[in-house]
T-cell receptor, first 113, second 120 residues
Framework: AQTVTQSQPEMSVQEAETVTLSCTYD???????LFWYKQPPSRQMILVIR??????QNATENRFSVNFQKAAKSFSLKISDSQLGDAAMYFC??????????FGKGTRLHILP | EAQVTQNPRYLITVTGKKLTVTCSQN?????MSWYRQDPGLGLRQIYY???????DKGDVPEGYKVSRKEKRNFPLILESPSPNQTSLYFC???????????????????FGPGTRLTVL
């Protein structure tokens, strides 16, 4: 069965600095999708960034980028120029070709002013 | 206002007494999903649906049933609840992009407020 592991329950970063959240996963599939979601107190699960496993190029969305290492089954999220609004719970998620999702346990990110 | 509603918000019941948790969304989303959240285990997907009359098992479907007769509603049914189903339950919905049979969640998932279920 597929698993997703986020080894950092909590992290802190100074405003304007860069932080990297780690995520590893386990699967025997070759074609899948990986996501990073942000969950603010409103409990919406906001899609931050999406990576297709067959694409070698790392996805980027403005200040958010990933380091996707398929062989190592690693999918870390880098947030550059951290802002106070980035404070939230971040979930890494694996999605198979049938849209079944498995989430990691989450990393709570604190932004220090 | 775009929202996902769940009822009831809190429920205490006894082992074996059938119950239904309702979920409704007003955003015309194709994708709906049920999750349970337990301390130390995070979010786990129970069932999901990509459209009307299409449902699939998630990570932990045992002991649960769902139906998707209308696009807006996705009830979660516990035919014979047991104490290990005591948990916090979330319903979520999202748009689906792309063609069918591709992992194509391209949008934010909107979560309901949660239902705290206790089975004695």
């Amino acid at each position: 069965a597929q698993t997703v592991t986020q080894s950092q329950p909590e992290m802190s970063v100074q405003e304007a600095e860069t932080v990297t959240l780690s995520c590893t996963y386990d699967t025997s599939e070759s074609d899948y999708y990986l996501f990073w979601y942000k969950q603010p107190p409103s409990r919406q699960m906001i899609l931050v960034i999406r990576q297709e496993a067959y694409k070698q190029q790392n996805a980027t969305e403005n200040r958010f980028s990933v380091n996707f290492q398929k062989a190592a089954k690693s999918f870390s999220l880098k947030i550059s120029d951290s802002q106070l609004g980035d404070a939230a719970m971040y979930f890494c998620a694996y999605c198979d070709r049938d849209d079944k999702i498995i989430f990691g346990k989450g990393t709570r990110l604190h932004i220090l002013p | 206002e775009a929202q996902v509603t769940q009822n009831p918000r809190y429920l205490i019941t006894v082992t074996g007494k059938k119950l239904t948790v309702t979920c409704s969304q007003n955003m015309n989303h194709e994708y709906m999903s049920w999750y349970r959240q337990d301390p130390g285990l995070g979010l786990r997907q129970i069932y999901y649906s990509m459209n009307v009359e299409v449902t699939d098992k998630g990570d932990v479907p045992e002991g649960y049933k769902v139906s998707r007769k209308e696009k807006r509603n996705f009830p979660l049914i516990l035919e014979s609840p047991s104490p290990n189903q005591t948990s916090l339950y979330f319903c979520a919905s999202s748009y689906l992009g792309g063609v069918s049979n591709t992992a194509s969640l391209t949008d934010t998932q909107y979560f309901g407020p949660g239902t705290r279920l206790t089975v004695l």
